[in-house]
């Protein structure tokens, strides 16, 4: 089993940065593949970045690429997300997830266990 636990949410405004961490328990943290999603109201949890098991090969959609950058610290059994540059239609609540470092990234069906979230809000 492997716990994850979301936090560095909040209020910003636009321009602003933000990190998030997902700490990680129970099981290898190295084994998996961690990555990034988002849900906006009324909308489908999309996926926004991936980070290897190793940490060596990142991934991220479109919408966020250039401004997002993932990373994980396996010693302390943690995935980030910085989160530069803001805007409006970045606020969402935010999830990582773990998947099998074997399993294609992005597909929900993927992964294994999920953070409950964290609510991050950009204020235009």
């Known amino acids: 089993q492997v716990r994850l636990v979301e936090s560095g949410g909040g209020l910003v405004q636009a321009g602003d940065s933000l990190r998030l961490s997902c700490a990680t328990s129970?099981?290898?943290?190295?084994?998996?593949?961690m990555d990034w999603f988002r849900q906006a109201p009324g909308k489908e949890r999309e996926f926004i970045a991936a980070?290897?098991?190793?940490?060596?090969?990142?991934y991220y959609a479109n919408s966020v690429e250039g401004r997002f950058t993932i990373s994980r610290d396996n010693v302390k059994n943690t995935v980030y997300l910085e989160m530069n540059s803001l805007k409006s239609e970045d606020t969402a609540v935010y999830y990582c997830a773990a998947r099998d470092k074997f399993r294609r990234w992005g597909v929900p069906t993927n992964y294994d266990y999920w953070g409950q979230g964290t609510q991050v809000t950009v204020s235009s």
């Open positions: 129970g099981r290898t943290f190295s084994s998996y593949a």
């Open positions: 980070v290897s098991w190793s940490g060596r090969s990142s």
